[in-house]
T-cell receptor, first 116, second 115 residues
Framework: DTGVSQDPRHKITKRGQNVTFRCDPI?????LYWYRQTLGQGPEFLTY????????KSRLLSDRFSAERPKGSFSTLEIQRTEQGDSAMYLC??????????????FGAGSRLTVL | KQEVTQIPAALSVPEGENLVLNCSFT??????LQWFRQDPGKGLTSLLL?????REQTSGRLNASLDKSSGRSTLYIAASQPGDSATYLC??????????????FGTGTKLQVIP
C-alpha cells in the first residue's frame, strides 16, 4: 500500500463542464475526508465518510457537488456545471481509529482543478 | 465554531537558526492537534500528532508542544536547513455537535530557510 492516491492530479476544464475526482485511501482506513484548498489558504473541510456512510457535509458543498463512497473503499467527488470559483486543489485524506484520541490524517497529493 | 490561527504567515531565516511556529485555536476542547508540512503544489505530509492528554511530541529536529488551556501549540524546528522550506499547517480535531470528529486547519506559515 503506497498511501492515499488521487486521480487525476490536474484537470483543466471549461466552465459548465462536469468533472469527477477519485480517491483511493489506505486500504485499512475506514474514514475518508475531502478538503478544498485555494492558494494561500489552509484546507477547508468539504465532507467526511465513515465506511460507506457520508456523515457530514460542509455548507461549502453546494448542490453542484456530490461525493460517494459506495463500497467503503474508494471515493469520488463530482462537480457539476463547474464555475471559475471551483478552481482549487481538492485534497483527500484517510484515517483509522486506533483507539481513543488517536486518529492520524494521511493526505493524498491532491487533484488540482482549473476552470477556464 | 473552532477558529485556528497561525502567526506569522511567512518567515524567512538563515540556515542553522532555531525557530518557532505558532498555532492558536479558540475551542480548547480538542481531541488532538496535528502539524503538517506542505510543499508547493503538493499534498500534506504529517509531521507530528499530539493527543489532547499530551503536552509535547518530538521527531528528530522537530518538537511540538500543546497547551490546551491557553489554546496554543508551537512547532519548534532546531538547526533549520534549506530543505525545511515549506508551508507548515496545524490542524485541530474536535468532536462537533453531531458527535463526529471535525478537523479545522490554520492558514499556515510559509517558511523559507536561506542557505
Amino acid at each position: 500500500d503506497t498511501g492515499v492516491s488521487q486521480d487525476p492530479r490536474h484537470k483543466i476544464t471549461k466552465r459548465g463542464q462536469n468533472v469527477t475526482f477519485r480517491c483511493d485511501p489506505i486500504s485499512e482506513h475506514n474514514r475518508l475526508y475531502w478538503y478544498r484548498q485555494t492558494l494561500g489558504q489552509g484546507p477547508e473541510f468539504l465532507t467526511y465518510f465513515q465506511n460507506e456512510a457520508q456523515l457530514e457535509k460542509s455548507r461549502l458543498l453546494s448542490d453542484r457537488f456530490s461525493a460517494e463512497r459506495p463500497k467503503g473503499s474508494f471515493s469520488t467527488l463530482e462537480i457539476q456545471r463547474t464555475e471559475q470559483g471551483d478552481s482549487a486543489m481538492y485534497l483527500c485524506a484517510s484515517s483509522l481509529r486506533q483507539g481513543y484520541g488517536a486518529n492520524v490524517l494521511t493526505f493524498g497529493a491532491g487533484s488540482r482543478l482549473t476552470v477556464l | 465554531k473552532q477558529e485556528v490561527t497561525q502567526i506569522p504567515a511567512a518567515l524567512s531565516v538563515p540556515e542553522g537558526e532555531n525557530l518557532v511556529l505558532n498555532c492558536s485555536f479558540t475551542d480548547s476542547a480538542i481531541y488532538n492537534l496535528q502539524w503538517f508540512r506542505q510543499d508547493p503544489g503538493k499534498g500534506l505530509t504529517s509531521l507530528l500528532l499530539i493527543q489532547s492528554s499530551q503536552r509535547e511530541q518530538t521527531s528528530g529536529r522537530l518538537n511540538a508542544s500543546l497547551d490546551k488551556s491557553s489554546g496554543r501549540s508551537t512547532l519548534y524546528i532546531a538547526a533549520s536547513q534549506p530543505g525545511d522550506s515549506a508551508t507548515y499547517l496545524c490542524a485541530v480535531r474536535v468532536l462537533n455537535s453531531g458527535g463526529y470528529q471535525k478537523v479545522t486547519f490554520g492558514t499556515g506559515t510559509k517558511l523559507q530557510v536561506i542557505p
